[in-house]
């Protein structure tokens, strides 16, 4: 009986895995942007050098893809035009992208947040319900 409530327990942590990863990643993504654009401004550190905290940064830069459908897209997007030109551009550039990144970020929080736990209870609750109804 209790293994039937830790494995629906463990589908509904599954479940919840791609939200905490999508809001991972834009943590990340707005952490990134951020140090790129005090790196342009006051310090001249390599990409790699900037990329190297980061859990899922250096898979993106190197154009893996860390999030699929229209996350992945916007992903995407952000990294073809980071490197390519001056300083100025560059840092005008990371500024004009700073809202969405920023706006995604606290989106797929807050999704988090909210589903996450929804699955996990959701499941354990149908755990519960089968271990009950096989009793």
């Known amino acids: ?15 919840s895995s791609d939200k905490k990863k999508r809001a991972a990643v834009f943590a990340e993504l707005y952490e990134f942007n951020e140090r790129m654009l005090i790196n342009l401004k006051f310090g001249k550190m390599r990409l790699s ?5 980061f859990k899922f ?5 190197a154009g893996r893809r860390v999030l699929g459908g229209a996350d992945g897209q916007f992903l995407s997007d952000y990294v073809k035009n980071i490197g390519v030109s001056d300083s100025v551009s560059q840092i005008d550039y990371l500024n004009e992208r700073k809202p969405a990144i920023k706006k995604m970020m606290e989106e797929s929080g807050e999704n988090y947040k909210k589903h996450s736990s929804l699955y996990i209870k959701i499941a354990l609750m149908i755990g519960i319900l089968i271990a009950v109804l096989l009793a």
């Open 49 to 53: 050098q900037v990329a190297a905290d």
């Open 1 to 15: 009986m209790c293994a039937i409530i830790a494995a629906t327990t463990a589908i509904g942590v599954l479940l």
């Open 57 to 61: 940064i250096p898979d993106i830069l």
